[in-house]
């Protein structure tokens, strides 16, 4: 009788100090949350002030005035090209660029990581020193080779590299299936698995948190890319919702602050709906599974 | 290896280190034999994709480096006069110099460790979770745009918000973007809050880590700290390990930032090496001067890449050594 | 090898050849014209405008173009010069003509002049003139402007000041300045810098002498004291708070002029090119009252202003069909109704005949820039030669961080950093031998 108390109370403890811990959890991250989400709020705002107010009270996180023209004078776009099409092309470009990437990096990264063959060392090391190297000194010869292969004004410059996957991805996949046991890999062979079986059996399961993230990084970062846009497309009816935002904002002319901030508003949309969806499979990744044998 | 370090190639370097990366499973014989046609089939998109767009861009940019070719007409070959210019006449070079690598060591540690403890912070199961980690990426996807500039430039200004809780504190108003000692703690903090990109691959790494792990260590009585000493941090190693050398690679080549927020001012103070390089290229039109810059930058980093490949044997575990 | 390798390879060959077919459909062009221009969101929507009148009355020509904001612009148009793939008209800049044109890459205007496709006949050649390099013109004016101090007029009725002598020097500018500032309280002068380098060739416009020399291999002038003159006035004017020290100026919200204090009211007096008070006007909102002013001179010289073409359309050496271009600009200068939509965005028009059309249209702002630029056509200096090759490099990696910050931030004497100045924009010019 005695004992059964205690142990009641033990657990009614435990389950305060649980709460407890709780409450300070959610304190501590709402609060950091308020801090991460302050630039959207503050974005959000400017985009609806009028175009004095945006200047003159630039802290401020609630307009006078509510001026949601701001969004149609931005939709409008640049005569008569308005942001559906460049919301369009920045879907092909970001949603294949991802596909192509995506793959190809989980592909080019299990050879590195789980085949032995002959200069695979240094093919690894050439690969990582393409990375150091600043891109903006790549762009001239860069677009004189599709210049050469008729591409420019076409999204092929901006696809077609894409499919032999990226370096960033490559190396982070490669440390993953690093992180998988090989003891899995050798299980499979002696079953009479193949290389590739191994692939899609033992470890494309395995790395899906990493690929998850992979496409999450992937598609902002096309997402986001006007250098490539700005050289490669010519006609604006091409033109990509990054390099559309640029074309509005002009040092020297006059600029029109409300459509850009309504339009910058609304291009971080698909990303976070992207990020949203995307971030499930971070949870339910395989670790929970219990795969692992 | 006992050679010293200083003394190799930088490619050599690099090579031998990330051989040694590459091609761990050589250790073990047993299970990994050599398959030469099966492994270039599996990076062919890769070797395909770098030998058809990357190769000969690189090969030219290496040799504009010793010419001084002017984006609207050919070069002439000026061997190696563009160095001797970067290291013995040109002041803003070097201030360029000391800006990128103040950046760098500040930003990879802050960065990283900030990355990891929100990782923690958010990998559970927790209601809500959810979108709190959408909330913490936001930063990260605002990033380079002009809002970004316009925002920061206002937060840390005269009258920003910055000041304001400097002043509640007690501390004198202090003009952050204009005085030169404070303008790159503005850039340093703005990277350090965009540490979505490292937190989410923390995130993915933990997520791999097996649960009957912890669950072990919880049977064995650990403390959430042990568990997190002894299972989480070995196991991530190799994911910290991936994140220190993207950091580094990609803070030494920082470049929107400062382009939009700072235009590498006051004096110089946050003319990052990429910002430099692309301003001598594309305003000054000395394309040849910037591809020498742009190899030298290869050097550094390549260097820092290297060292820490070397390192890493000391402090990553791979599952695959074990066996 | 499995099955599965085959398909790896069989996919990506699949994806290439898609690719390369339909880019091959849509290389195929009619008549084409290629277009580019940078600005914002009015400017492209008027330019498109009057692209689609132009082809509606030229049925056969089709005109593609394409925009960017001013930075984004050269790097396209740099690498596009690198490919060999300009277009057929291009906006050009005062600052990058006279680079282009030495170097071949564009193509002179004279002889569609000559051939009666270019109209000139209602523009003065005052306006043609800073088009000119070597005595070709290489860019047709789009539009005109002048440096100006703008004043705002509530603020000097707030002091109960007069406005200042339009031919005011430096000296009335720092007198001026100082009472202002002890009248109301706030700055006198907020941003940009006065220590600009334009700032530097206007002075040396109105003392009579070029920056550069003819060949562009030296300066044009021995004596600087004029510039240490002026620097040592801003020190004065930052040091007593008179106006925004250069520390201050840095620190802005924005770099661009929406947010310039004259804006906020925290100042009286704003340095900008004419063509961009309208941003100005514009942000501050309908309640507030400015006026152009003239550049202040140094004491005893002639103005101060003169007229700068704000941008030019220039046809590229590459151009297949330059006659067309020139059509084209011709039309975009002197066409009545284009001239309707495009409203003086570029800058007050060239062509008198435009220039009186639009007049009775103007709004406040508009009606005030072709006010100013009459008032300053008067006595205007002529324009110096366009700028010699390197003087980017000049401005960007020696005048302003070599000479004006290290001063402004009071880190060397002015002397000493003129000396620098002068040593190293030297070493400049000197490759143009």
Known sequence: MQQALTLDQLKLQQQRSKRRRGVVYYVGVILIAAFMLYPVVWLVASSLKAPDEIWTNVASLIPSEFHFENYAEGWSGFGGITFATFFRNSF?????????????????????????????????????????????????????????????????????????????????????????????????????????GIFFRIILPQ?????????????????????????????????????????FADTGSVTNWGAVFAMLTLSLVPVILIFVFFQRYLVEGIATTGLKG | MSEPIATLPVSKRVDEAASEAASQPKRRSRGFKQNNAVGYLFISPWLIGFLLFSFIPIAISLYLAFTNYDLLSGGEWTGLRNFERMFTQDIRYGRSMIATFKYVLLVVPLRLMFALAVAMLLNTKRRGVYWFRAAYYI??????????????????????????????????????????????????????????????????????????????????????WQRFYRVTLPLLTPIIFFNLIMQIIANFRVFTQAFIVTAGGPLDTTLFYTLYLYRRAFNDFQMGYASAMAWVLLLIIGFFTALSFRLSRYWVFYETKEG | MSRRHFKFVLLALTFILIFSLGSAVLAQDATEMRLVWWGSQSRHDRTIAVVEMYEAENPGLDIVYEFANFNDYWTLMNTQAAGGELACVMQQDYAYLSEWARRGLLAPLDPFIEQGLLDTSTIDDTYLEGG????????????????????????????????????????????????????????????????????????????????????????????????????????????????????????????????????????????????????????????????????????????????????FFSIPEACEMKEEAAKFISFFVNDLEANEILFAERGVPVSSGVREHLQPMLDEVGAETFDFLERVAADASPIFPPNPPGYNDIRNNVWIPLFKEPVLYEQIPVEEGMAIFRSEAQAILAGNE
């Open chain 1, 92 to 196: 092909i470009v970001a949603g294949f660029g991802t596909l192509f990437t995506v793959v190809s990096s989980a592909i080019v990264a299990y050879g590195f990581a789980r085949v032995k063959f002959v200069g695979s060392g240094i093919w690894f090391s050439i690969m990582l020193l393409t990375l150091m190297l600043p891109n903006q000194i790549l762009m001239i010869p860069q677009y004189i080779i599709f210049n050469q292969l008729d591409w420019i004004n076409t999204f092929l410059p901006l696809l077609v590299p894409k499919l032999g996957g990226d370096v960033f991805f490559i190396f982070m996949i490669i440390q993953f299936i690093r992180g998988i046991p090989v003891d899995l890999d050798e299980a499979a062979m002696i079953d009479g698995c193949s290389k590739t």
């Open chain 3, 132 to 311: 000119r390099v070597d005595g070709q013109l290489y860019g047709m004016n789009l539009g005109s402007n002048s440096q100006s101090i703008i004043l705002d007029l509530d603020a000097f009725e707030q002091a109960g000041m007069d406005l200042p002598d339009p031919q005011w020097t430096w000296d009335d500018f720092e007198q001026v300045a100082t009472e202002l500032h002890d009248k109301l309280g706030i700055y006198a002068y907020g941003s940009p810098d006065l220590g600009d380098d334009q700032i530097w060739t206007a002075m040396m416009v109105s003392l009579g002498v070029n920056p550069f020399n003819d060949a562009g291999t030296d300066f044009g002038y021995t004596d600087d004291q004029p510039i240490i003159d002026h620097f040592n006035r801003l020190l004065r004017l930052q040091e007593a708070g008179v106006i925004q020290s250069y520390e201050e100026i840095q620190a802005a919200a924005s770099t661009g002029p929406e947010n310039s204090p004259i804006v906020t009211a925290e100042a009286a007096m704003q340095y900008q090119w004419s063509n961009q008070v309208v941003a100005i006007f514009s942000a501050a909102g309908e309640n507030r009252h400015f006026k152009l002013w003239p550049m202040p001179r140094p004491e005893g010289a002639r103005s101060a202003n003169y007229l700068k073409p704000s941008m």
């Open chain 2, 139 to 224: 930063p990260s996807i605002i990033g380079a745009s002009v809002a970004v500039a316009v925002m920061w430039r206002q937060l840390f200004g005269p009258q920003g918000v910055i000041n304001a809780i400097a002043q509640l504190l007690g501390f004198d108003p202090i003009n952050w973007l204009g005085n030169p000692d404070t303008a790159i703690w503005t850039l340093v903090i703005l990277a350090v809050w965009q540490f979505g990109s490292p937190m989410l691959i923390f995130l993915a790494g933990l997520r791999q880590i097996p649960s009957e792990l912890y669950e072990a260590a919880s049977i064995d009585g650990a403390t959430s």
């Open chain 1, 207 to 247: 790395i899906v948190p990493a690929l998850v993230t992979a496409a999450i990084f992937s598609f902002y970062w096309t997402w986001e890319d006007f250098l490539g846009p700005l050289v490669y497309l010519q006609d604006p009816n091409l033109y990509t919702v990054s390099l559309a935002l640029r074309a």
